[in-house]
T-cell receptor, first 110, second 118 residues
Framework: GESVGLHLPTLSVQEGDNSIINCAYS??????FIWYKQESGKGPQFIID?????DKRQGQRVTVLLNKTVKHLSLQIAATQPGDSAVYFC?????????FGTGTKLQVIP | GAVVSQHPSRVICKSGTSVKIECRSL??????MFWYRQFPKQSLMLMAT?????????EQGVEKDKFLINHASLTLSTLTVTSAHPEDSSFYIC??????????????FGPGTRLLVL
C-alpha cells in the first residue's frame, strides 16, 4: 500500500533563512502531489501542488521540487517568517484519493 | 475562491448524545466531500468520502452506523456522531473538491470542529 513519510519531524529555522521540508513516497504511480500547511487548531491550508509531468513549480516564496526517480518531494520556503510556523503535510494522490504524510513541524526562531 | 466552512467550530456534549457537524462549500460546488479525524499531534485520517446524492464510502475500521454522513447537496455534507463516547473526542475536519476532473484532486479544507465528549 501507499506509504508517505517525512525525513524530519521537526525543523527549526532562523527567521529570514530558507526552509526545506522533505517528503518521501512509495507509490511510483502517484501523479499528483500537494503541500498543505496546518496551523494549530485549524484545518489544513493549500499551499502548492505539482503534477508528475513536472519537476519544479514555484509560488509566492514557495517552491516544490519533485524527483520521481527517488520518489522524493520537497517544499522550499524562502525568507522564512514567524507566520510560517505550522505543521506541513505532503499529500500524495491521484484523482480524489489522497494520503496524508506524518507532517513536519516548522518552528521559526525570531 | 475555494472556501469551506464548518459548524460548529467547537462542541462539548454528554456521553450518549448525538452530535451533528456541518460542512459547507461557500463559493463552489463540491462533487465530493471528505471527512477526516485528527488526534493531537497526528496526521489526518480519512474517515469517509461522500458524493452528493449517494451513500458515503467509509474507510476500513470506520463504523458507518456510528458516523452517519449525509451529502444532501453540492454545497453541504453533514457528519453525525451517534451515541458519542469520550473516545470519540477529536478534531473533525471536512474537505471538498471542485466539480470536474482536473480540478477534483485538490481538496479545500474546512477549519475543523473540536468535539469533546464528557
Amino acid at each position: 500500500g501507499e506509504s508517505v513519510g517525512l525525513h524530519l519531524p521537526t525543523l527549526s529555522v532562523q527567521e529570514g533563512d530558507n526552509s526545506i521540508i522533505n517528503c518521501a513516497y512509495s507509490n511510483s504511480a502517484s501523479d499528483y502531489f500537494i503541500w498543505y500547511k496546518q496551523e494549530s487548531g485549524k484545518g489544513p491550508q493549500f499551499i502548492i501542488d505539482i503534477r508528475s509531468n513536472m519537476d519544479k513549480r514555484q509560488g509566492q516564496r514557495v517552491t516544490v521540487l519533485l524527483n520521481k526517480t527517488v520518489k522524493h518531494l520537497s517544499l522550499q520556503i524562502a525568507a522564512t517568517q514567524p507566520g510560517d510556523s505550522a505543521v506541513y503535510f505532503c499529500v500524495v494522490g491521484g484523482y480524489q484519493k489522497v494520503t496524508f504524510g506524518t507532517g513536519t513541524k516548522l518552528q521559526v526562531i525570531p | 475562491g475555494a472556501v469551506v466552512s464548518q459548524h460548529p467550530s467547537r462542541v462539548i456534549c454528554k456521553s450518549g448524545t448525538s452530535v451533528k457537524i456541518e460542512c459547507r462549500s461557500l463559493d463552489f460546488q463540491a462533487t465530493t466531500m471528505f471527512w477526516y479525524r485528527q488526534f493531537p499531534k497526528q496526521s489526518l485520517m480519512l474517515m469517509a468520502t461522500s458524493n452528493e446524492g449517494s451513500k458515503a464510502t467509509y474507510e476500513q475500521g470506520v463504523e458507518k452506523d456510528k458516523f452517519l454522513i449525509n451529502h444532501a447537496s453540492l454545497t453541504l455534507s453533514t457528519l453525525t456522531v451517534t451515541s458519542a463516547h469520550p473516545e470519540d473526542s477529536s478534531f473533525y475536519i471536512c474537505s471538498a473538491s471542485k466539480a470536474g476532473r482536473g480540478e477534483g484532486e485538490t481538496q479545500y479544507f474546512g477549519p475543523g470542529t473540536r468535539l469533546l465528549v464528557l
